[in-house]
């Protein structure tokens, strides 16, 4: 983790004599002059918001789709470089602790948690009004519960840091159970709504009570404990939060923190270093694509992955506008050298490949205006309304009240289609299953689906099949793909980290 590379140094730096080196010149800051000013804790928690980015960049889809049935890769044998190779291994279930991707995101959220840490510690001994301590400390404790909540998820437990590491003894710390990580997300979540205002319309990006209540309600979700979870959804709903009319407008990068929107994390296109680019990412890979994007770009080295499945295709109905809105269509020819030529784009729903045609589906949920390649303005949306309406669907028929759940289910359809008829079935069982196809379809491409299935007990016998019908389709997968056990449920430990601390124990099966 990157805090303990710092500390590391830091002790390396301070056993040496004083006349050596001096660290802080007095022209400039150091950290104990830095946090005393408003303007000061402000600038820290934007380098807690600043380091989300980095969730949901590669590894964010990679372990959060294409894990799933929604995604795979296209295979290109031409590259077979070890960064393309390990995505591929995240999605064929062949990935280990020396995975940099995996690793990446496991890092990436203790260099978050450390930032949050020092606030949270340095905060109460401010001379900052009750009202401001408590705005900040309310967003600084939603997103370290956000940032343990996604660890546990993806890693079971592991090491809890709740205060900043000043001592060497503080920087390695053994595993906590994956409940003693639970108690402190939930303690977390808590206090932030306590601590946090009600959403104002237009919404600024940063975090508020709806965005608390809906991370504590997907925790108790997660955790099967519905009861808990619909009082905070059921507050969501009388927030001032509305679907848009036009699920293809909720992504416009003009629309950024719609009121559709609970918590989305911001990107900006430019020189400031704070642009996405998920679309390159996701389209096919070719010489070029300047017919899906708009600007010329060669995605050979980067493209081709999380493309959508032949089993999320048809996840469709008929009628959804859903479909074309999140998913495109290339069109073309294999050229002599084996490259993709593109020669059309066509939407999705009710597309028939032409003989001699080449067709590639891709994620076009993220691809808007933009006049550089690999420089794009989406935002990346972590919670929207309708999710709140499908996990308060979820919430009511768990806890027995199937026919008000019905009510918000069929919002989410109607929206989608005016064609899509009302779900009218009561019995439990049968609605719980049309719910979490709803979820798939509407929060397709947003990093839910692994979550999803692992909830839901049905991660191992779905990607089973699903490895089944992969391996049958294309003959590159290795027959040890696919091999999905309990223990594939959660991702390994880096490696690196269990050499650098002795006190952590790998997860089984790694």
């Not at 007095?26 to 980095?54: I, M, P, W």
């Not at 190779?85 to 995996?102: A, P, S």
């Not at 990446?104 to 001379?127: K, M």
């Not at 949306?381 to 759940?405: C, D, F, I």
Request: net charge negative.
């Amino acid at each position: 983790m990157k805090f303990k590379y710092i500390f590391i140094l830091s002790l390396a730096l301070t056993s040496c004599k004083d006349s050596f080196l001096n660290l802080t010149p007095d022209s400039e800051l150091s950290a104990n002059d830095f946090y005393k000013t408003e303007v000061q804790f402000r600038q820290a928690l934007s380098g807690v918001y600043e380091a989300l980015r980095s969730t949901v960049n590669e590894s964010g889809y990679l372990m959060g789709e294409m894990r799933s049935d929604n995604t795979y890769y296209d295979y290109y044998a031409p590259d077979r470089g070890i960064h393309i190779i390990r995505r591929e291994n995240i999605d064929d279930f062949l990935d280990d602790d020396q995975n940099q991707w995996t690793n990446e995101y496991f890092n990436n959220c203790y260099v978050a948690i450390s930032r949050a840490n020092t606030i949270l510690d340095r905060i109460n001994s401010s001379d900052l009004s009750e009202d401001i301590k408590n705005n900040i400390i309310g967003e600084t404790k939603f997103l370290r519960a956000y940032f343990y909540f996604n660890l546990v998820r993806y890693f079971g437990g592991v090491p809890l840091y709740l205060s900043e590491v000043k001592k060497e003894q503080d920087a390695f710390l053994p595993r906590s159970s994956a409940e003693e990580i639970y108690q402190s997300i939930i303690s977390d979540a808590k206090d932030a709504i306590s601590k946090l205002d009600n959403p104002k319309f237009p919404q600024s990006g940063r975090v508020t009570k709806g965005s608390a209540n809906t991370l504590l309600a997907e925790v108790y979700l997660t955790r099967k404990d519905f009861q808990s979870a619909e009082p905070l959804l059921k507050e969501v709903t009388n927030m001032g939060y509305a679907l848009l009319p036009n699920y293809a407008s909720v992504f416009e990068t003009s629309n950024k923190n719609n009121q559709e929107s609970i918590f989305e994390i911001q990107f900006m296109m430019g020189d400031q270093g704070q642009q996405s680019m998920f679309s390159y990412w996701f389209i096919p890979k070719s010489n070029n694509v300047e017919l899906i994007t708009g600007v010329v770009s060669n995605t050979l080295n980067y493209g081709g992955f999380n493309v959508p499945t032949d089993d999320m295709l048809q996840a469709y109905e008929q009628g959804d506008t859903r479909e074309n809105a999140s998913i495109g269509i290339a069109e073309g020819i294999i050229a002599t050298d084996g490259s993709f030529v593109i020669e059309s784009v066509k939407n999705s729903q009710g597309y028939v490949k032409p003989n001699g045609k080449v067709a590639k589906p891709f994620v076009r949920k993220y691809l808007h205006t933009h006049s550089r390649e690999r420089n794009t303005d989406d935002n990346w949306p972590v919670y929207r309304y309708s999710n709140v309406l499908l996990m308060l669907a979820e919430t009511l028929n768990e806890n027995g009240n199937s026919a008000g759940a019905l009510t918000y289910l069929n919002q989410v359809r109607k929206r989608a289609g005016q064609t899509l008829a009302d779900v009218t079935t009561t019995d439990k069982t049968a609605l719980r299953d049309l719910i979490f196809k709803e979820r798939r379809v509407e929060l397709a491409f947003e990093n839910h689906r692994w979550h999803d299935l692992v909830r839901s007990d049905k991660a191992i016998s779905v990607m089973t099949e699903q490895g089944k019908y992969m391996k049958a389709k294309f003959g590159y997968l290795s027959a040890n793909a696919y091999n999905i056990t309990p223990n594939r449920l959660i991702f390994p430990l880096p490696y690196l980290e269990l050499q650098l601390n002795k006190q952590l124990t790998q997860n089984p099966g790694y």
